[in-house]
């Protein structure tokens, strides 16, 4: 049980367009969704917080016009990545908490490679 | 500032040497901190610690939580090449939602 998966796995852009990566909880209602950064080598950055039906808290120095994330159901949580730039590639990953009990627990999706050239 | 902090940063030993690895933190109200092994993709859950002192143990690898001192280790005997990966810790926080990760400790076994 508790699985995440993101969508898609690996993508690259040219510089100015815009990418969406879907991140979904298979068997479980997640309320709370995290997106993360990781660049080579390094830990996970926290970039937001996404919340069902409401609007996401992003991180400090996270552009939020520049990561567009919507979580339209407890199922479903979505990045945009708009006017993507060299520099925003990198490995994207998801995480949903589970309610209830287990709120203390996080699952990650398989995470996302962006290159954008 | 809430933060979490593992040392080393990087690590290599051999194939049965034992190993801990170091996380210290600093977050308001903590509720939680978890550890996470990361291979080539997103981490996956080793264990969770939220009293003091009681060792957590899986297989070869255990975690104990000093909530006093403000740190938690993660021991691996028996080092196999298996083994070979970044190691994460995470601390929660009972006002917030989210997570904090510190910034990784990457351990290398040689056979």
């Known amino acids: 049980g508790a699985v995440v998966s993101q969508h898609p796995s690996w993508v690259i852009c040219k510089s100015g367009t815009s990418v969406k990566i879907e991140c979904r909880s298979l068997d479980f209602q997640a309320t709370t969704m995290f997106w993360y950064r990781q660049f080579p080598k390094q830990s996970l950055m926290l970039m937001a917080t996404?919340?069902?039906?409401?609007?996401?808290?992003?991180e400090q120095g996270v552009e939020k016009d520049k990561f567009l994330i919507n979580h339209a159901s407890l199922t479903l949580s979505t990045l945009t990545v708009t006017s993507a730039h060299p520099e925003d590639s990198s490995f994207y990953i998801c995480?949903?908490?589970?309610?209830?009990?287990?709120?203390?627990?996080?699952?990650f999706g398989p995470g996302t490679r962006l290159t954008v050239l | 500032e809430d933060k979490v902090v593992q040392s080393p940063l990087s690590l290599v030993v051999h194939e049965g040497d034992t190993v801990t690895l170091n996380c210290s933190y600093e977050?308001?109200?903590?509720?939680?901190l978890l550890w996470y092994k990361q291979e080539k993709k997103a981490p996956t859950f080793l264990f969770m610690l939220t009293s003091s002192g009681i060792e957590k143990k899986s297989g070869r690898l255990s975690s104990i939580l000093d909530k006093k001192e403000l740190f938690s280790i993660l021991n691996i005997t028996a080092t196999q090449t298996g083994d070979s990966a970044i190691y994460l810790c995470?601390?929660?926080?009972?006002?917030?939602?989210?997570?904090?990760f510190g910034t990784g400790t990457s351990l290398t076994v040689i056979p």
């Open positions: 995480s949903a908490r589970l309610a209830g009990v287990r709120w203390n627990e996080q699952f």
């Open positions: 996404s919340n069902e039906g409401s609007k996401a808290t992003y």
């Open positions: 995470a601390v929660g926080s009972v006002t917030g939602n989210q997570f904090y």
């Open positions: 977050v308001t109200n903590f509720r939680s």
